[in-house]
């Protein structure tokens, strides 16, 4: 009796990545995604205001967005830095307008990462309704209330690297408004809680 050899095991389709999303350097978009959604992130909304562009017109209007690719890069002088994808609204606007702010978020606060995390939305003033903040001394951007700490800042650099522009910003005031709750963390995909 013939025996036929033991099927070789294949595996699934999400760890297969096919050859046209690979990078000349042999990895695919998918394990670059999936090797790095494996590290734990701090969530932030980034805010700025966009100024009113004619005298006559109507006033300016913040614009948010949320960030896990922030992080403290120097305490002498104090530097900052997010990054920003090309051509985003954000991105834009800050290539423009040097001042901005950080508020990082608290693990209550997922709704308002997912609020400013939706792509294809119009205009960001009706996402601010309903959000308590204040506006900023140095920069005029929004500060999100109950947040963990707020950060002013004022761009110094632009590097573009890659599809992303690290926008390294010197910070220009500090406030911690909330001392409760943990961070708000972002893993594997999903907004999670520390501990």
């Known amino acids: 009796m013939l025996k036929t050899p033991p099927a070789t095991p294949v595996p699934p389709l999400a760890t297969v990545p096919s050859p046209s999303s690979r990078h000349p350097e042999g990895v695919s978009h998918d394990e670059f995604r999936s090797a790095l959604s494996r590290l734990a992130a701090g969530v932030v909304l980034l805010t700025a205001h966009e100024p009113q562009l004619d005298p006559e017109g109507p006033s ?60 294809g939305r119009i205009s960001d003033r009706l996402l601010f309704e309903d959000i308590p903040y204040v506006r900023g001394e140095h920069t005029g951007a929004p500060l999100v209330g109950g947040a963990l700490a707020t950060l002013e800042c004022r761009t110094e650099q632009r590097v573009v690297a890659g599809d992303h522009t690290l926008v390294i910003g010197r910070v220009l005031g500090a406030a911690l408004p909330s001392g409760d709750g943990g961070p708000l963390m972002y893993f594997r995909g999903r907004y999670r809680h520390l501990g």
Do not use: C, Y
């Open 60 to 119: 300016g209007e913040d614009a948010g967005m949320t960030a896990t690719a922030f992080m403290s890069v120097s305490l002498d002088p104090p530097l900052v830095m997010v990054s920003l994808r090309n051509g985003s609204r954000m991105d834009d606007l800050l290539d423009e307008q040097p001042l901005w702010a950080v508020s990082v978020l608290s693990e209550s606060q997922s709704h308002i990462a997912g609020r400013f995390a939706m792509k």
